[in-house]
């Protein structure tokens, strides 16, 4: 039997930071299916995240479209010289894109 690890070295925050930027057209279902997380955990992180500018939230029809802001900083303070374009192509898959969750 496999067990969770009981800690990783990519929050959450970093890592709905990068699924978003793969998929901007992406639910929050779909996010939090992905990730690992609930759908409510999901929307607080997608809030911090637009709060602190690292994405833009807006409307197409009924969906959200997200873009993310990949100059800014990292916002650790030992990392602040790291750009977030940088964090997002360390995290990026061999094949270029993470792909939605089946």
Known sequence: MTTAPRWTFITNHGLV???IFHNPRST???IANYIGVTERTTHK????????????RRKE?????Y???PT??????TKQ?????ELLEALTTKNGA???SE
């Open 28 to 30: 929050a279902r779909e």
């Open 67 to 69: 873009r993310v802001n």
């Open 45 to 56: 992180i997608i809030s911090d995240l637009e709060v602190a500018g690292y994405i833009e």
């Open 81 to 85: 010289d790291v750009m977030v374009d």
């Open 98 to 100: 993470e792909a939605l």
């Open 17 to 19: 930071l990068s699924f």
């Open 72 to 77: 800014l900083p990292l916002r650790h303070h």
């Open 61 to 65: 029809g009924r969906r959200n479209v």
